[in-house]
């Protein structure tokens, strides 16, 4: 059964046509990416399954119920890590369970353990760097009560180390959790290395004119980054975006 459907959703801002008869099916645990031209519409179209926007035309439907237009049905991770600096990491990590009221400390604990973070869970964000930033912010999302992930850009300003470190880390936390990811990147690698399928956006108005299912087997190594079949779909997209 297919776990959130968009049916034919447009979006427009006045005259401004952002997206045009967007249809896209997303399964139970799977990690999907969109990838498109800067000033496609990827953000709005989180924006509206998170229903910060309303569409013009179309509907969102999660678990077959209609959500179109409203709130608390996802979690959502920006590009910033966005975590408030007056409130420890512990703290930080554990504020989508305090606004449902479902605390669990010991779960927030070892998740933060299992991400390196043992020794900071009483630090303020200020004593972190940019990576271990994200990493508290994507526990965050992980220990919301939502299981549909948006990851919006997450690790775009991260230095190339740091951001294949963190990919590496995002599938390995995956993995273990298979919850629903939705992830906007620009990095055609990223997108390859890390999803099932691969949703290309034209640009505006935007359209899906590809959709990409990712054959490389999981759990996988940076290597795969190197091989004939991962170049080979690396051109492939690369070609689709540039028209």
């Given at each position: 059964m297919d776990y959130l459907r968009i049916d034919h959703v447009d979006k427009s801002f006045g005259s401004h046509h952002v997206l045009k008869n967007i249809?896209?099916?997303?399964?139970?645990?799977?990690?999907?990416?969109?990838i498109g031209p800067s000033g496609s519409g990827k953000?709005?179209?989180?924006?509206l399954i998170g229903g910060l926007l309303q569409p013009n035309q179309g509907n969102i439907f999660l678990n077959?119920?209609?959500?179109?237009?409203?709130?608390?049905?996802?979690?959502?991770m920006p590009q910033a890590p966005s975590l408030?600096?007056?409130r420890t990491i512990i703290e930080n990590v554990m504020l989508g369970q305090e606004l449902s009221g479902k605390k669990q400390k010991a779960i927030a604990t070892a998740m933060l353990e299992k991400a390196g973070l043992s020794d900071y869970t009483d630090q303020y964000p200020n004593a972190l760097s940019g990576g271990m930033k994200q990493r508290a912010s994507f526990i965050r999302a992980l220990l919301s009560s939502q299981e549909l992930l948006l990851l919006d850009e997450p690790f775009g300003a991260l230095d190339e180390f740091t951001?294949?470190?963190m990919q590496q880390w995002l599938l390995s936390i995956w993995e273990s959790n298979k919850r629903t990811i939705l992830f906007i990147t620009h990095n055609i690698e990223e997108a390859l290395y890390l999803s099932d399928r691969i949703i290309i956006l034209s640009s505006n108005p935007a359209t899906i004119i590809k959709e990409i299912k990712v054959p490389f087997d999981r759990p996988r190594s940076s290597e795969l980054w190197l091989e004939k079949d991962f170049l080979q779909y690396k051109?492939?997209?690369y070609s689709c975006l540039k028209g």
């Open positions: 249809n896209l099916l997303i399964k139970k645990g799977e990690f999907v990416s969109i953000s709005t179209l989180f924006q077959d119920e209609n959500i179109t237009g409203t709130k608390g049905h996802i979690s959502y408030f600096p007056w951001r294949l470190d051109k492939e997209i």
